[in-house]
């Protein structure tokens, strides 16, 4: 068996993980920018842009998504520490059915998501005229990345970025 930390398909995932990671956040930071000019036109100009809180949603609910399979990816979702004394072959096998269920959810999010941008791709946001298919779209995307991080995850691959919060703050500040 290969090494599974030094593995093509961890060093593949990491390649994309690094582009999701950049990706929330440019939209975390384009939603704080956004928000930050809507409140200072309205009380400096008591003006708001008739697109500020549409494109606001639009970021969050991409921020959110996209947020669900970077949390599957880094096992923070919760978790019970109740059955941490069980023998460690039944906590394995407890952790597989829940790879396993994780990803019959992003399956979900997959087919219904995708049913559910395809329904909404002929009606348009109020003041930006952008497809509604902008809004939903991230559902099938964060069922692929849900479904890749927890198949990765039952067959044994740590694609885990950050292992501790000390590795996390070290890595940051690079």
Known sequence: MPDKKKSGITRFFLVIDKFVDGFCITLLVLMILNV??????????????????EMTLLFLTWFTFIG??????????????????????????????VDACTFLFGLYLVIYGWD?????????????????????????????????????QFLGFDISRYHSIDEEITRDAK
């Open 116 to 152: 559910f941008s395809m329904m909404m791709r002929g009606s348009f946001l109020a003041a930006t005229h952008l497809p509604n298919l902008l809004q939903y779209i991230v559902m099938p995307i964060t069922g692929v990345l849900t479904c890749a991080y927890s198949a990765l």
């Open 68 to 97: 669900i399979a970077i949390g599957f990816r880094e096992s923070l979702h919760l978790g019970m520490d109740l059955f941490d004394n069980l023998p460690k072959k039944v906590l394995h096998w407890m952790d597989k059915f």
């Open 36 to 53: 930050f000019m809507a409140v200072l036109t309205r009380k400096l100009f008591s003006f708001v842009p008739s697109w500020s809180e």
